[in-house]
């Protein structure tokens, strides 16, 4: 699955000869209207029952079956079999805007040799009408400060203007355990992990991309990494 700096990175080259499309105020409130979906869809979901997020009550019209398991009816991103585990990847979005201005992106597993998808892994991401074609934070770096790798949300709120991280950019929940073994989980391999986007402006021309990504034993996000624009 394309990470949200992958996606950032390819807005940003169309953003520079191209408009994002949409008005501030349209795009608020389908910011809203995603953003309410996207925490709707849970992980481990099976395909028609994120369809039924999707889709609302004519979600039966977008299922299909093939092969003898439910998928949905649009056209896969991308799908493999690997050593009996199978995986299809779905996205989402106004394929009528010539840059979009947000895309969720949704990935679901089986379990080894089952015939049932369950949702392992979901992303959104905004973009806006912006140099960096992304939904940037109003919270801008503080001169001379710098963003460190495994900063709490509270220290990188600490080098930036105002209060609070502002608007996010990008989300993304990858969670596999409805796919594992009890035995992978009990060996203490469940895959399950949080992460948030931002773009803050600084004191020049640069802006600075930070992913966070969520910490069980600090119980808090930290920055797991970031680059700068």
Excluded: C, H
């Amino acid at each position: 699955m394309t990470t949200t700096f992958g996606k950032l990175t390819i807005a940003a080259l169309i953003a520079g000869s191209t408009l994002i499309a949409g008005t501030a105020e349209a795009a608020t409130k389908q910011e809203t209207k995603v953003t309410t979906q996207f925490k709707t869809l849970k992980n481990g979901m099976t395909i028609e029952q994120a369809a039924k997020v999707l889709y609302g009550k004519d979600y039966k019209k977008q299922l299909t079956k093939k092969n003898g398991m439910t998928v949905l009816k649009q056209k896969a991103e991308a799908t493999s079999t690997t050593q009996g585990q199978k995986t299809t990847i779905y996205s989402f979005y106004d394929k009528k805007e010539i840059v979009p201005s947000d895309i969720t992106t949704l990935m679901f597993m089986t379990k080894k040799n089952s015939s049932v998808y369950r949702l392992t892994s979901k992303s959104l991401d905004l973009f806006r009408d912006s140099s960096t074609g992304a939904r940037e934070s109003k919270m801008k770096l503080a001169k001379g400060a710098k963003i460190k790798t495994g900063m709490t949300e509270k220290q990188l709120d600490g080098v930036l203007s105002g209060k609070g991280l502002g608007e996010w950019t990008g989300l993304d929940s990858i969670d596999m355990t409805s796919v594992q073994t009890k035995q992978e989980i009990d060996l203490g391999l469940a895959i399950k992990s949080e992460f948030k986007t931002y773009v803050f402006p600084t004191s020049t021309k640069q802006k600075k991309f930070v992913m966070l990504e969520y910490n069980t034993k600090k119980k808090t996000y930290t920055v797991s990494s970031q680059m700068s624009y």
